[in-house]
T-cell receptor, first 113, second 116 residues
Framework: DAKTTQPPSMDCAEGRAANLPCNHS???????VYWYRQIHSQGPQYIIH???NNETNEMASLIITEDRKSSTLILPHATLRDTAVYYC??????????????FGTGTSLTVIP | GAGVSQSPRYKVAKRGQDVALRCDPI?????LFWYQQALGQGPEFLTY????????KSGLPSDRFFAERPEGSVSTLKIQRTQQEDSAVYLC??????????????FGPGTRLTVL
C-alpha cells in the first residue's frame, strides 16, 4: 500500500473550514483513499473514503486531485469536538492478506474557540 | 450498544505475566482485525480473521502473541510472558465485508495495557 504524508499538526478556528492535506504520490490505480480520526482515548472513527471522484457525506468532503497523488479532507464548519488526530490511509483492493490499514502518525487538528 | 466492545479497558500486568484481551465485534461482522497502538503513534496491524480463520498474522511482533476467534465471533488476543515493550493500546476492529471490504472498519475503544 502507498505511503502517505501528512503535516503533523494544524490549528483551525471554530466555525471555519478545516482543510487537511495528504500526499500519496505513489498511489496505484486500484487503491482507495480513506480518512479516519481518533479522538483522545477512543478508537479510530471512519470519516470518508474515495477512489477517483470527490466524495461528500454528513461529516466531511474528500477532494482527490486528478492525478490522485494528493487529497484534502474538508470539515466545513469545525467544532471543538472535531479536535482529534486525522489519519489519511491508502489501501488497495481487499484480499485475504494485506488488507489492513496502515495509519501512519496522522495530523493532530486542534480547533480553537 | 451495537458497537465493538473490548475488555478490560485497562490492564496492568507485571513483567512476565500472561494477559488475555477480549474483543466482541459487531454481530454478523465477518472480518476482525487487531491493531497495536504505541503512545504517540498510529495503530499498527497485528492480525486478521475471516470468520474463525486467521488469514493474516504477519503483524504479530513475536511468538508470545497469539490470537484466536474459535466460533467466528468473539476474539481473544493473548500475550504470554509480557514485556515492558508490550505496553500499548490494543484495538479491535470489525467489518461486515470479507477481507474488510471497501468501506469502513468499526473500531472498539481499545484496551490499554501497562506492563510494569
Amino acid at each position: 500500500d502507498a505511503k502517505t504524508t501528512q503535516p503533523p499538526s494544524m490549528d483551525c478556528a471554530e466555525g471555519r473550514a478545516a482543510n487537511l492535506p495528504c500526499n500519496h504520490s505513489t498511489i496505484s490505480g486500484n487503491e482507495y483513499v480513506y480518512w479516519y480520526r481518533q479522538i483522545h482515548s477512543q478508537g479510530p472513527q471512519y470519516i470518508i473514503h474515495g477512489l477517483k471522484n470527490n466524495e461528500t457525506n454528513e461529516m466531511a468532503s474528500l477532494i482527490i486531485t486528478e492525478d490522485r497523488k494528493s487529497s484534502t479532507l474538508i470539515l466545513p464548519h469545525a467544532t471543538l469536538r472535531d479536535t482529534a488526530v486525522y489519519y489519511c490511509i491508502v489501501r488497495g483492493a481487499p484480499s485475504n492478506t494485506g488488507n489492513q490499514f496502515y495509519f501512519g502518525t496522522g495530523t493532530s487538528l486542534t480547533v480553537i474557540p | 450498544g451495537a458497537g465493538v466492545s473490548q475488555s478490560p479497558r485497562y490492564k496492568v500486568a507485571k513483567r512476565g505475566q500472561d494477559v488475555a484481551l477480549r474483543c466482541d465485534p459487531i454481530s454478523g461482522h465477518v472480518s476482525l482485525f487487531w491493531y497495536q497502538q504505541a503512545l504517540g503513534q498510529g495503530p499498527e496491524f497485528l492480525t486478521y480473521f475471516q470468520n474463525e480463520a486467521q488469514l493474516d498474522k504477519s503483524g504479530l511482533p513475536s511468538d508470545r502473541f497469539f490470537a484466536e476467534r474459535p466460533e467466528g465471533s468473539v476474539s481473544t488476543l493473548k500475550i504470554q510472558r509480557t514485556q515492558q515493550e508490550d505496553s500499548a493500546v490494543y484495538l479491535c476492529a470489525s467489518s461486515l465485508r470479507l477481507a474488510g471490504g471497501v468501506g469502513e472498519q468499526f473500531f472498539g475503544p481499545g484496551t490499554r495495557l501497562t506492563v510494569l
